[in-house]
C-alpha cells in the first residue's frame, strides 16, 4: 500500500529554520521523482521543490532558491526539505508528493500519490 506521511511543521519564528520529512512506505521513493508542494489558504498551490528521479534535475521556486535545499535520504527511503531564513510568507500547508512519470518541472498535476500535508506557520 503507497503511503506518504510528512512530519516536522510547527510554529517557527521569522529568520528560524525547520526540517520537513516525507517517510515512503509500499514502494521505492528513489525511483521516481518526488517534490514539495504548499498552499495558504486562499491562494493557488504552488511548487516548492522537485528533484528527478536520477537527481540530476533539480527545481527550486523563485522564492525559495537560497533558502531552502530539498534532499532523499534513500536508506531510510525519506525525502526531506530543509527550510531556512524562513519568512510570513512561507507559511502554508505543506505538502509531498511522488510522479510515476516525469514531474521534473514540478508541476502537481504530474504527481500521482500525496501526504495529507504538515502546517508551517511564520509568525513571531
Known amino acids: 500500500q503507497v503511503q506518504l506521511v510528512e512530519s516536522g511543521g510547527g510554529l517557527v519564528q521569522p529568520g528560524g529554520s525547520l526540517r520537513l520529512s516525507c517517510a515512503a512506505s509500499?514502494?521505492?521513493?528513489?525511483?521516481?521523482?518526488v517534490g514539495w508542494f504548499r498552499q495558504a489558504p486562499g491562494k493557488e498551490r504552488e511548487g516548492v521543490s522537485c528533484?528527478?528521479?536520477?537527481?540530476?534535475?533539480?527545481h527550486y521556486a523563485d522564492s525559495v532558491k537560497g533558502r531552502f535545499i530539498i534532499s532523499r535520504d534513500n536508506a531510510k527511503n525519506t525525502l526531506s526539505l530543509q527550510m531556512n531564513s524562513l519568512k510570513p510568507e512561507d507559511t502554508a500547508v505543506y505538502y509531498c508528493?511522488?510522479?510515476?512519470?516525469?514531474?521534473?518541472?514540478?508541476?502537481?498535476?504530474?504527481?500521482?500519490?500525496w501526504g495529507q500535508g504538515t502546517q508551517v506557520t511564520v509568525s513571531s
Open positions: 528533484i528527478s528521479s536520477s537527481d540530476s534535475v533539480t
Open positions: 509500499g514502494f521505492t521513493l528513489d525511483h521516481y521523482a
Open positions: 508528493a511522488t510522479a510515476l512519470w516525469g514531474g521534473s518541472s514540478c508541476r502537481g498535476y504530474e504527481y500521482d500519490y
